[in-house]
């Protein structure tokens, strides 16, 4: 089957299945990714060390993030350049929104505010016994990508993230302003 057949197969076995099921599959999609960010990374880190690992991990999400945020863009006609409004609803739909509690608050109209309020990483962390990932260097990386990618004028800021201290409510906070 060539690959036009194939894909309009695959379309119409999608289309086939319930609302519900897709949404599940979607879930599914983004734990698996997850857990394969995850892996890559303990992989990097047992070979290479912390500090390394977390540099290579800051270099994919500077590129990864930027590529989410266009293709999101693109299958919603989000505009480029649509400031904050266009950053909270491409963080909407971002692979994270779907397995991760996540807060978006709007403090005055030139900020955004996000809240990680439940992280599927921080928590399976919790449940080992491990201390909390020290992501704040990767984070920067990744929002800051995403948010260029959105709008070049808007500026992120990390408001907090491990290894810094965090309140009870959110494990992290970004917050983003129109430069």
Not at 14 to 25: D, G
Not at 29 to 43: E, I, P, R, S
Not at 62 to 80: K, N, W
Request: with cysteine; proline share 6%; glycine share 6%.
């Amino acid at each position: 089957m060539d690959e036009p057949a194939y894909r309009a197969a695959l379309e119409r076995r999608l289309l086939a299945l319930p609302k519900e099921q897709l949404v599940a599959m979607l879930e599914d999609a983004a734990k698996n990714w997850l857990a394969h960010d995850g892996l890559w990374f303990q992989a990097a880190e047992a070979r290479y060390g912390m500090e390394a690992a977390i540099a290579l991990d800051a270099a994919a999400w500077e590129h990864f993030s930027a590529i989410e945020a266009r293709r999101i863009m693109e299958r919603h006609g989000i505009t480029p350049g649509g400031g904050l409004d266009a950053l909270q609803e491409v963080l909407g739909y971002r692979l994270y929104a779907y397995i991760n509690t996540q807060e978006v608050l709007r403090p005055d109209g030139h900020t955004l505010i996000l809240h990680m309020n439940e992280c599927r990483v921080q928590a399976a962390r919790q449940r080992k016994g491990l201390p909390d990932f020290p992501c704040r260097p990767v984070g920067l990386v990744e929002y800051t990508s995403l948010a260029r990618a959105v709008d070049p004028r808007i500026v992120t800021r990390c408001l907090a993230c491990p290894p810094d201290a965090h309140p009870a409510e959110y494990w992290c906070a970004w917050e983003f302003t129109l430069g």
